[in-house]
């Protein structure tokens, strides 16, 4: 949802039930114009991977994750956007949000 709503093919609503609505990553994403978007009329994924879980404490953890997110448009190259992060999140209440992340 993250990956769609930076190419302007989803909305922030879908985003903000897996973050930390509080945390300045959210906000910076949230507020994000999408006026550098690649023009495209449709996208897939590939190479998917998530991997590398260090656990800080019950409540902490973070993992590395990557794809490539292909945009498409008609009668040009595709244009790979890829994305590669360690992404932490933590515990509130009974669910996990995603508060941070280190772009690889």
Known sequence: E???YI???GRIGLVSQYFDTSSMFYRNIAYNLSQFVWDHNSYHFEKEYIDEFY???????????????????SGREDYVDVLDM???VKKKGNNF????RIVQ
């Open 2 to 4: 993250y990956a769609k």
């Open 7 to 9: 190419q302007n093919d």
């Open 55 to 73: 656990q800080f404490d019950e409540n902490t953890f973070c993992c590395h994750v990557s794809f490539d997110h292909v945009l498409k448009l």
């Open 86 to 88: 360690i992404v932490f």
């Open 97 to 100: 949000y995603i508060y941070d």
